[in-house]
């Protein structure tokens, strides 16, 4: 059974950076175009960056410039480097398959105020 991990969220001040990271347990990583998703109060959960096999990146518009997703295969990681963060980025982040095939896990609550 595949199990998503994510880490490294927190409270920051705007304009700040953070770095998420999921690890992904029971798969082969290498094998799923993977992405980012977050979940704000009250909203839908939406892809915020993809990354396929072949390490091709998409983005949402509203984070386009600011974050950049990375995936480390052998270690079956993704990340996603936030830069110049703002309060409508505060959400809880979710990783999982571009497809959403799998399980999500409990996600990193990412808040941004000052």
């Known amino acids: 059974q595949v199990q998503l991990v994510e880490s490294g969220g927190g409270l920051v001040q705007p304009g700040g950076s953070l770095r998420l990271s999921c690890e992904v347990f029971g798969s082969a990583f290498s094998r799923y175009g993977m992405g980012w998703y977050r979940q704000a109060p009250g909203k839908q959960r939406e892809l915020v960056a993809g990354?396929?096999?072949?390490?091709?990146?998409n983005y949402a518009d509203s984070v386009k410039g600011r974050f950049t997703i990375s995936r480390d295969n052998p270690r079956q990681t993704v990340h996603l480097q936030m830069n110049s963060l703002k309060p409508e980025d505060t959400a809880v982040y979710y990783c999982?398959?571009?497809?959403?095939?799998?399980?999500w896990g409990q996600g990193t609550q990412v808040t941004v105020s000052s």
């Open positions: 999982n398959t571009n497809q959403r095939e799998f399980i």
């Open positions: 990354i396929t096999r072949g390490g091709y990146t």
